[in-house]
């Protein structure tokens, strides 16, 4: 009898042992809604809870890790809404350097914030603070559901833990800068460019650059360029329309500001790159600066995600072209900021979130490295270690992010607490000074200032640099061009309090060292407040970077960060 055969359906398994492994990518789309049962990957219910809990962590915790955030975005947001704080010569109409129009997207959250809160300036910068998190938190779930669903469940989740948790993202989700902006903008748009929505993406790219930082375009050039080439119509007329848009807005709002046709994009754009601007006389740092802190910040995951190009001939397949496309910028960004004489790690933030992609990208490609291209659905010892080794890898990196994240908050969080202490002391009197010497660069913002102290005073400790000055209003605030302001970093003669026995309150970082300090007079001031500070040149630098349980404390070395208070003779 002739038997009969059956028809071969899609389900049923291959037949040669030399057929191509099933991924992500190869499942068939369905355009006549048969296919809506399908597992579509990680929903937004995970990732949002996740990420939510973790943003608002880093709301509440995190350090001001750098003085650029304070006095060039929290002190004019400050100004906007209590008409006080410090300027910075950047601010200063004469070079106009910082766009307002940034400073106003938070001022929509400050200012409900302030007439909410009234005198509890402190909440008005943790309701900042939360905002940011909720813009990270919304586009870093976008670029997880994005990857999860052209990738997969597993690559998605890698990514979604280190989004978390890695000290990198912990910390810069939150920080008021154009450079965390236009990591927010990185995350969404690449989400978008993942979706294939790539007119989206370039919109929100434009975004990131003209309202966040325009240096970054450079990162954006990747996806920007693809996705012109895929579809170069829509997609051209939306960036154009989009920046255009951004731009004329930007100049209006600094006009307003500066009383001055001026467009703060372009100065910044002039003064650091066609006008040769001096930004080395800010520091500088050698070729390897950014490989040092990348590693810090991320560790074997910033390892892994520079070995995402020597694993890509192995899963070409998988992630070619749209994912190298989206981690193309961790390479050409680190090279070209490291070429830079200046650097600083805010600088990076930008590519943060394309590092854990990459990192997990490799990871997950781990058993692919040992597969039998003749048999890629064989299973060797090989490919069996290497799938062990992938939550292995994953979980290391994540226990050396957490270590990194808890040495930073307590080894230097006592700046913002010690601050917070003086709504403890209003019995000094309104009209107080507080005087800060040394310690200005670690000044968390005048929102942490109570009413009752009039002023806030620099003290000369041999700083020969330029320090920001209070707005003058008198002046005219915001547009205007003081005399005492240059951009060669040289000290202004009204920056410090000459008469120190104004003081009446005193912020001081007291540390074991052979000279003595102004708080060490106990016969003129009374220690009211006092927390312990990590001492980064006297403790070694494994045990200052990492928290290592029983070692922590024990190998490092403490200071103490003092509020004085004048003792009344």
């Not at 600066?289 to 998988?318: D, Q, T």
């Not at 981690?327 to 004489?341: D, G, K």
Request: glycine content about 6%.
């Amino acid at each position: 009898m002739a038997t009969r055969q059956r028809r071969a359906l899609t389900s049923d398994p291959p037949e040669t042992a030399s057929s191509p492994a099933y991924t992500k990518v190869d499942k068939p789309e369905r355009s006549d809604g048969e296919n809506e049962g399908v597992d579509r990957g990680l929903g937004w219910l995970l990732p949002l809870l996740c990420l939510g809990m973790l943003r608002h962590m880093s709301a509440t915790s995190n350090i001001i890790h750098d003085c650029d955030e304070v006095f060039n975005y929290w002190e004019p947001l400050h100004y906007l809404l209590y008409k006080s704080g410090f300027q910075t010569w950047e601010y200063s109409s004469q070079f106009a350097l910082r766009s307002y129009l940034y400073i106003l997207l938070h001022k929509l959250v400050g200012w409900p914030a302030a007439w909410w809160f009234g005198e509890e300036k402190v909440r008005v910068f943790y309701a900042v603070r939360i905002f940011l998190a909720g813009l990270s938190v919304i586009c870093d779930a976008a670029l997880v559901v994005a990857l999860s669903r052209k990738y997969g469940k597993r690559l998605a989740s890698y990514a979604l833990a280190m989004l978390c948790l890695a000290s990198g993202c912990f910390f810069a989700s939150t920080s008021f800068l154009p450079s965390s902006f236009s990591m927010h903008a990185m995350s969404l748009s690449s989400a978008l460019f993942l979706f294939n929505k790539p007119a989206m993406a370039v919109s929100v790219a434009a975004t990131g650059v003209i309202l966040g930082w325009p240096f970054s375009i450079l990162a954006f050039l990747p996806l920007t360029i693809y996705s012109l080439v895929k579809s170069f119509k829509p997609v051209f007329l939306t960036g154009v329309v989009t920046s255009i848009v951004l731009m004329v807005l930007s100049v209006l709002v600094d006009y307003d500001y500066y009383k001055k046709w001026t467009s703060s994009v372009i100065n910044l754009l002039v003064y650091n790159v066609l006008g040769g601007g001096e930004s080395h006389l800010y520091g500088t740092e050698g070729a390897s600066f950014y490989l040092r802190n990348g590693f810090n910040n991320f560790n074997l995951c910033f390892v892994f995600a520079l070995l995402f190009l020597a694993i890509l001939p192995v899963a070409k397949k998988k992630y070619a072209p749209e994912l190298l496309v989206v981690v193309s910028p961790v390479y050409l960004w680190i090279a070209f900021m490291s070429l830079q004489p200046h650097k600083e790690e805010r600088f990076l933030y930008p590519i943060y979130p394309l590092i854990c992609v990459a990192a997990s990208a490799v990871i997950e490609s781990f058993p692919d490295l040992f597969r039998d291209k003749y048999n890629p659905n064989g299973s060797s010892t090989l490919v069996k270690i290497a799938k062990i080794l992938r939550p292995l890898a994953l979980g290391l990196i994540l226990c050396v992010s957490h270590a990194r994240t808890f040495s930073l908050i307590n080894g230097y969080s006592a700046p913002i607490e010690i601050y917070k202490h003086l709504d403890y002391h209003d019995d000094a009197g309104p009209g107080s000074v507080l005087c800060v010497g040394s310690e200005w660069h670690r000044f968390p913002s005048s929102f942490f200032i109570p009413d009752y102290v009039g002023q806030v005073r620099w003290l000369d400790d041999g700083f020969t640099g330029l320090l920001p000055i209070p707005f003058n209003s008198s002046l005219g605030g915001t547009s205007a061009a003081p005399s005492y302001f240059n951009n060669k970093n040289k000290a202004s003669e009204r920056q410090y309090l000459t008469d120190p026995e104004q003081c009446t309150l005193l912020i001081e970082l007291q540390l074991q060292r052979p000279y003595p300090t102004r708080g060490s007079d106990m016969s003129t001031w009374e220690i009211v407040a006092a927390l312990p500070y990590l001492d980064r040149e006297l403790s070694p630098p494994l045990y200052r970077s990492f928290f290592i349980p029983n070692q922590w404390q024990q190998k490092n070395v403490f200071g103490q960060y003092r509020l004085l208070r004048r003792i009344q003779k």
